[in-house]
């Protein structure tokens, strides 16, 4: 009998979660995996936008070396590979000479903020 009382009282002492308490802790969570999964796909594109950039900067150098050498800009992205630049991976680079001394150069992406960016010559922005 009293191994029986026993029982009954750890029964009643044992602690555990409530099906409530349950229910919250998986809503906290989902709402952090939510906003975790948002702020991953805003740096993702970033990402994708620096990686543009950085392809268009390191581009246009290789265009005014090659110009150095050569006394004209090359049509496409074999002739500045020839003078050391290095196409980055997934980033699709255009050349539009415009002009015996000025170019544009466009560097497109899919994923980043926006489709493409593009540098001017004869300013050395990127738009």
Do not use: C
Request: aromatic content about 10%.
């Amino acid at each position: 009998m009293i191994h029986w009382q026993f029982a009954q009282r750890k029964l009643r002492q044992s602690k555990g979660f409530t099906l409530l308490e349950l229910l919250v802790v998986v809503a906290v969570l989902g709402t952090l995996a939510a906003i975790a999964i948002q702020q991953f796909v805003i740096y993702r594109s970033r990402v994708i936008d620096t990686q543009m950039r950085s392809a268009l900067k390191s581009a246009a150098i290789a265009m005014e070396s090659y110009f150095a050498d050569f006394q004209s800009y090359p049509n496409s992205v074999p002739g500045i590979t020839a003078v050391g630049y290095r196409p980055t991976s997934g980033v699709a680079l255009t050349i539009n000479v415009t002009s015996n001394t000025t170019f544009t150069l466009t560097a497109a992406k899919p994923s980043g903020t926006q489709a493409s960016f593009l540098l001017d010559s004869t300013t050395g922005l990127i738009n």
